[in-house]
């Protein structure tokens, strides 16, 4: 179904060859599709742009693209900044708005904020459930040889010819500020497509056989997918487009595809004809791996909690279901102690009965996932017993299109109910499964809590990810598990109808048209950031969460949904740090912050007095150590690129992170622009350190400066014992070591514009 090839490639005739010269593989690395648009958006500094041979690429994107959980505080971030207007394009869509009258922001708050927003800098608003980000994105912004940049991880436009990459808010900030995104050159795998997929298999089927093979081996972490081969003109652009929407699960930087008729024709039913190019590899050009992806053997899939890669085929699945969903209790018990999972109970004599299905978001909402569902429940019913069925379209756009084609009447005559284009199910506040609930959702990701469950509370369902069509037989069969190429079912493609006008009278567009006299509109809980203050010459941190688990998400980190409704406010929302994975963390780092307060009017807070006086004359450190907390995990930052997950530490006083890698670029990125120190450990060193001791590094700040990489450092345990460890912050680029030396990105650029 899926081989991998960790040896290089080039293309022949159409064909991957084994690469028989190393020292073509510059060359040929420039005749990908992805080096062809990375250079073309390649923009050196004056000082290096005579140079041909580029090791690191400086990136202007084509636009930029932002949800109403994120474009707040880059809006913020960036007036703190000097911002004046958006240079590009700007989108600000409004999908995640839910559950934010609880407690935090109204919702329309952020929205006339974000309004006001693109009236005064010139920007674009989509209102809300108008569409969801990256839908959006699809059907107005991209085009053949672009660039975009979006404030969420899955940006991902690569099957309509689009660079997408997903970061931090603070990447999109440099953006704004006319700067540019600074990475190294990456390597391009080639993801070569053979056959065609049978007929009940879908995109989700497809992603999910992807993430399983590429994820827990890094096989393409931080590298480009370039999609070509004979089997990419056997699917629709829709199917393209959600496998190419879930690539951001396997870590991948970027992802490309080769383009074709089916890709003009989807941009000329969208109005936008002259957005087609045609996009090729070239002949010879090289890969430094390949996965090779035969769809006609791909199955249904199921992806079990916690995780997308957690997955097998649905037949697997369902012979093995008590052996696994054993397995997942037993992840459960050891994530959450308060909670009782007892997911083997919907193992029945008739097969796995799951609770509820959701077909939803940038990867299941679209009109050809939603048709076909629609297909396979013709003439069925869902019944009227526990399971639920809940469909999401993606954009008005679709929903009216599904309408017009008498596929909603077929959903809503079957028992399923349509609901308005909402990230919700994607991040935890939509249709939230009751306590031991199991949800089949045909959305992106499927971590802890993405389904809105507490179990600091004791409530704990799951999330198992399904294909849009699996799920409608699963509706179809009274909720029990079920691959959709275990049925017979009739379907008949119908040319999807693009409708702009929904755009034209709800959304504003006013890129080119920004106008500095317009009112900036906050609302009560819309805050600015807390002062922030440069690295000491030498630094102490204390460890306020150890965290042993093999991979941390950014869910753990900063949790989704409900929590939401304090995106406005870093204070507010800082109070829900680790708060479902290490609920101490929060005030164990506010003592910490109030003892560095204290530091600063000249006190001699007792904790900092005894921990310093193990490594040197404590009253003189006093004078040039910054006291700050630390968050240790082996490896952080899968997930979700929401800055959230790196501000929030910083705002409750974070200084550093310590691990053996980061899980994504994009979570690293965070650390540095919020002024985190981002100190690995080599694969093979010991850390035995746990909560409530601290690591001392003196001199960071030359460390820094000079560019060292291996630093070393001090760990003083609770006992008082003192050991030596290296840490290791590799790679900072001139820009990443100001912006920690400064304090954070706002930092950096207040100094430039001094």
Not at 461 to 469: C, Q
Not at 576 to 589: D, H, I, K, Q, T
Request: hydrophobic share 40%; proline share 6%.
């Amino acid at each position: 179904m899926i081989t991998l090839e960790t040896n290089g490639v080039t293309l022949s005739g159409g064909k991957p060859r084994p690469a028989a010269v190393p020292a073509d593989t510059k060359a040929g690395r420039e005749k990908t599709i992805a080096y062809r648009i990375l250079r073309a958006h390649h923009t050196p500094k004056a000082e290096d742009a005579s140079q041909t041979d580029q090791n690191g690429l400086r990136i202007r994107f084509d636009a930029l693209i932002s949800h109403d959980i994120t474009y707040v505080g880059i809006i913020q971030t960036a007036r703190a900044s000097g911002l004046t207007e958006f240079p590009v394009p700007y989108a600000m869509t409004n999908c995640h708005n839910s559950l934010c009258a609880v407690g935090g922001t109204i919702n329309e708050d952020d929205h006339v904020f974000g309004l006001s927003a693109a009236k005064k800098y010139g920007g674009i608003y989509v209102p809300a459930n108008q569409s969801v980000i990256h839908s959006y994105a699809r059907e107005e912004l991209a085009a053949c040889g672009s660039m975009i940049l979006g404030s969420d991880s899955h940006t991902r436009y690569g099957a309509l010819g689009t660079m997408g990459v997903g970061e931090g808010g603070p990447e999109l900030v440099k953006q704004l500020l006319k700067n540019t995104y600074d990475i190294p050159a990456p390597e391009v795998v080639l993801v070569y497509l053979t056959g065609a997929p049978r007929r009940g298999v879908g995109p989700h089927d497809v992603a999910l056989a992807l993430v399983k093979a590429t994820f827990a081996n890094g096989f393409v972490k931080n590298r480009v997918l370039e999609f070509a081969g004979p089997g990419v003109a056997n699917l629709p652009v829709d199917f393209r487009n959600g496998i190419d929407v879930m690539t951001t699960e396997t870590t991948c930087l970027s992802s490309i595809w080769e383009t074709d008729a089916q890709v003009a024709a989807y941009y000329a039913a969208h109005g936008r004809p002259e957005a087609y190019r045609e996009l090729r590899p070239g002949e010879g050009a090289y890969y430094d791996r390949m996965v090779h992806i035969e769809l006609d053997k791909v199955e249904c899939m199921i992806a079990l909690p916690f995780h997308p890669s957690n997955a097998y085929t649905i037949h697997e699945f369902n012979e093995r279901a008590d052996e696994l969903l054993a397995g997942v209790e037993a992840e459960a018990k050891e994530k959450f102690p308060k909670a009782h999972p007892a997911l083997r109970s919907k193992v029945t004599r008739d097969g796995v009965l799951a609770d509820q299905g959701v077909i939803a978001g940038c990867s299941g909402g679209t009109f050809d996932n939603i048709v076909e569902a629609a297909d396979i429940l013709q003439g069925g019913s869902t019944g009227n017993g526990f399971f639920s069925l809940s469909v999401y379209p993606t954009s008005v756009p679709v929903s009216l299109a599904l309408t017009r084609a008498g596929k909603t009447e077929t959903l809503l005559e079957a028992g399923a109910i349509i609901k308005p284009s909402f990230c919700g199910p994607c991040f935890g506040a939509g249709d939230v499964p009751a306590n031991n609930g199991l949800s089949l959702r045909h959305t992106t990701r499927n971590f802890p809590n993405r389904e809105g469950s507490k179990p600091g509370e004791g409530q704990l369902s799951a999330v198992a990810l399904m294909d849009a069509r699996s799920i409608a037989a699963t509706a179809r069969n009274g909720g029990i598990i079920t691959a959709a190429t275990d049925i017979d079912y009739e379907t008949a493609p119908i040319d999807y109808t693009f409708d702009r006008s929904v755009y034209a009278r709800r959304c504003y567009y006013g890129f080119g048209k920004a106008d500095p006299n317009a009112e900036l509109i906050l609302g009560p809980n819309i805050t600015d950031w807390p002062k922030m203050y440069p690295l000491a010459d030498n630094l102490l941190v204390e460890l306020d969460a150890v965290i042993r688990d093999a991979v941390t998400t950014t869910d753990e980190l900063i949790p989704s949904g409900e929590t939401s409704s304090y995106r406005s406010n870093p204070l507010r929302l800082s109070e829900f740090a680790l708060s479902r994975r290490v609920p101490e963390y929060v005030g164990r780092s506010k003592a910490v912050a109030a003892d560095e307060a204290a530091r600063r009017r000249g006190e001699k807070p007792e904790k900092l007095v005894h921990a310093l006086s193990k490594v040197g004359h404590a009253d003189s450190l006093l004078q040039t150590t910054q006291f700050g907390s630390c968050v240790f995990a082996n490896k952080p930052g899968d997930g979700s690129a929401r800055e959230q997950a790196a501000s929030c530490q910083k705002v409750l006083g974070g200084f550093a992170n310590i691990c053996y890698e980061f899980a994504t670029k994009r979570y690293r990125s965070n650390c540095i622009n919020w002024g985190i120190l981002p100190f690995t450990l080599a694969p093979d060193a010991p850390f035995p350190y746990e909560a409530g001791d601290f690591v001392f590094v003196p001199d960071i700040r030359r460390a820094i400066q000079e560019g060292i990489e291996e630093i070393p450092a001090k760990a003083i345990r609770a006992d008082g014992s003192v050991e030596p460890i290296a840490l290791y912050v590799k790679g900072l680029t001139d820009d990443e070591k100001q912006i920690i030396l400064d304090g954070c990105l706002m930092n950096y650029y207040a100094a430039q514009n001094r």
